[in-house]
């Protein structure tokens, strides 16, 4: 038998990963807030909740005794929806130790201080040293990963030796892991980019075709570029699996909760509508509330979130906020380069 890994999360993306590591021959104890979870997966090794028709093997052992779940394990899987996230930390950290070695999946900000997820869990974990802490993004969908298609994502973290210790334990035949020391740029990715995802199916939702959609997408990278390097992160991340990487398959893919939302909005729908009739938490609302007050933190123009957060917490009407976005003044697609490098020939 190999590592034993405490996952805290019995989710879609939380269940995926632990037959990842079910796979890779890892002891698995996943931790869920909800006893029926528990109770469905040993008697029926499924999850049909979060991922129907995936049967989990007896390796994944369920739990809703948090202390049992984090008893004697040589890492830590934190894999819940952002609005959870602090409250769950506070939990979990009687029963960490500075030698832990924690990794996060969830691509969110933190409701109160508008934190990246690493920085709630040394808060609230304040006896974790940050050298053992890593991030995993990038573009995987958890209905994909369970059904073992080929994904590859990143894992980041400040230490070399903590970055290739979780490459070690989540890479297999169908699941590439590499490794960047970029936490900023990797939590900011797959945060930000779940609000373009928002702006994507909005556009499909009011079948404005596939130039919008294009233009969406890319002058979207730019605005999570922008938000990024003032925050900290490096731009070549964004060029990578945290950021067009993962945005491309948000914007795109069927399984995306995000494009869901906005294309239900494009179509009429209201948020509460919206959100009353999904299943599961749509991570771009709760981040274009925060991205929305980090840019103007910051000061930093984006035009695309702003419009986004008008529509979903202004009552904007969709198609105005479209028009709006189109109509805006003129300006050079890559105003940093220019001012870097780039002249026009007179």
């Given at each position: 038998m190999g590592s034993s890994v405490a996952v805290?999360?019995?989710?879609?993306?939380?269940?995926?990963?632990?037959?990842?590591?079910?796979?890779?021959?890892?002891?698995?104890?996943?931790?869920?807030?909800?006893?029926?979870?528990?109770?469905?997966?040993?008697?029926?090794?499924?999850?049909?909740?979060?991922?129907?028709?995936?049967?989990?093997?007896?390796?994944?052992?369920?739990?809703?005794d948090l202390e049992r779940?984090?008893?004697?394990?040589?890492?830590?899987?934190?894999?819940?929806?952002?609005?959870?996230?602090?409250?769950?930390?506070?939990?979990?950290?009687p029963f960490i130790h500075k030698d832990t070695r924690v990794i996060h999946a969830t691509k969110g900000f933190d409701k109160e201080k508008l934190n990246r997820m690493s920085q709630v869990i040394l808060e609230e974990i304040p006896q974790l040293d940050a050298r053992n802490l890593a991030v995993l993004t990038g573009p995987s969908h958890a209905e994909e990963v369970s059904r073992r298609f080929p994904t590859t994502v990143v894992v980041a973290s400040k230490s070399r030796a903590t970055a290739e210790a979780f490459q070690d334990l989540f890479m297999n035949t169908y699941f590439r892991v590499y490794t960047n020391p970029d936490v900023v740029g990797a939590e900011l990715g797959g945060a930000l980019k779940?609000?373009?995802?928002?702006?994507?199916?909005?556009?499909?939702?009011?079948?404005?075709?596939?130039?919008?959609?294009?233009?969406l997408m890319?002058?979207?990278?730019?605005?999570?570029?922008?938000?990024?390097?003032?925050?900290?992160?490096?731009?070549?991340?964004?060029?990578?699996l945290a950021g067009i990487g993962d945005l491309i398959v948000t914007c795109?893919?069927?399984?995306?909760?995000?494009?869901?939302?906005?294309?239900?909005?494009?179509?009429?729908?209201?948020?509460?509508?919206?959100?009353?009739?999904?299943?599961?938490?749509?991570?771009?609302?709760?981040?274009?509330?925060?991205?929305?007050?980090?840019?103007?933190?910051?000061?930093?123009?984006?035009?695309?979130?702003?419009?986004?957060?008008?529509?979903?917490?202004?009552?904007?009407?969709?198609?105005?906020?479209?028009?709006?976005?189109?109509?805006r003044g003129k300006t050079h697609e890559m105003e940093e380069v220019a001012r870097m490098s780039m002249r026009w020939e007179e």
């Open positions: 805290i999360g019995a989710g879609s993306w939380g269940t995926a990963l632990a037959l990842v590591l079910a796979d890779n021959g890892c002891k698995v104890t996943m931790w869920a807030r909800r006893q029926e979870v528990v109770d469905e997966i040993l008697a029926e090794r499924t999850n049909s909740r979060y991922l129907p028709d995936v049967t989990l093997p007896e390796t994944i052992s369920p739990t809703s779940a984090l008893a004697d394990h040589d890492y830590v899987l934190a894999a819940m929806p952002s609005v959870a996230f602090r409250d769950t930390m506070k939990q979990v950290s779940n609000i373009i995802a928002l702006g994507v199916g909005l556009s499909d939702g009011l079948q404005f075709g596939d130039n919008a959609k294009a233009a890319t002058r979207g990278l730019t605005e999570i570029s922008r938000l990024g390097i003032q925050m900290g992160a490096a731009q070549m991340t964004f060029a990578g795109t893919s069927k399984h995306s909760r995000n494009w869901r939302a906005g294309y239900q909005l494009g179509q009429g729908k209201t948020v509460d509508e919206v959100l009353s009739s999904m299943n599961m938490v749509v991570e771009g609302i709760h981040a274009t509330k925060a991205a929305y007050a980090l840019s103007q933190k910051h000061e930093v123009i984006m035009p695309i979130t702003n419009a986004i957060f008008h529509v979903l917490f202004e009552g904007k009407n969709p198609r105005a906020a479209v028009e709006d976005l189109m109509g």
